[in-house]
């Protein structure tokens, strides 16, 4: 069994940052991707960036250049780091592993940290 272990959600002010991070465990030998969706209240869960194995690196429009994700494929970790916050970047936010590669239908998804961003 694949768990997804998530911290580092919180309350911050616009204009602040917040790191989160995530440790996949289980026993699992690789992972091919992990990353970050999110999913505020009344819509649908969204990506926010994900690295596959090697470099690929995919990062929603609305982060771009605010938000960096850091992935250590041997311990099968990977952070979130949020800068220059938002309003709107509130929600809750999922670690995602996808052992295979197969797509968002065979994602190990974390149990969610809340992440407020108000004045």
């Known amino acids: 069994q694949v768990q997804l272990a998530e911290s580092g959600g919180g309350l911050v002010q616009p204009g602040g940052s917040l790191r989160l991070s995530c440790a996949a465990s289980?026993?699992?030998?690789?992972?091919?991707?992990m990353g970050w969706y999110r999913q505020a209240p009344g819509k649908q869960r969204e990506l926010v960036a994900t690295r596959s194995t090697g470099i690929t690196e995919i990062y929603a429009d609305s982060v771009k250049g605010r938000f960096s994700i850091f992935r250590d494929g041997a311990k099968n970790t990977v952070d979130l780091q949020m800068n220059s916050l938002k309003p709107e970047d509130t929600a809750v936010y999922y670690c995602?592993?996808?052992?295979?590669?197969?797509?968002?239908?065979?994602?190990?998804w974390g149990q969610g940290t809340q992440v407020t961003v108000s004045p």
């Open positions: 995602i592993a996808d052992l295979h590669g197969w797509g968002p239908d065979y994602f190990f």
């Open positions: 289980g026993g699992i030998f690789t992972v091919n991707t």
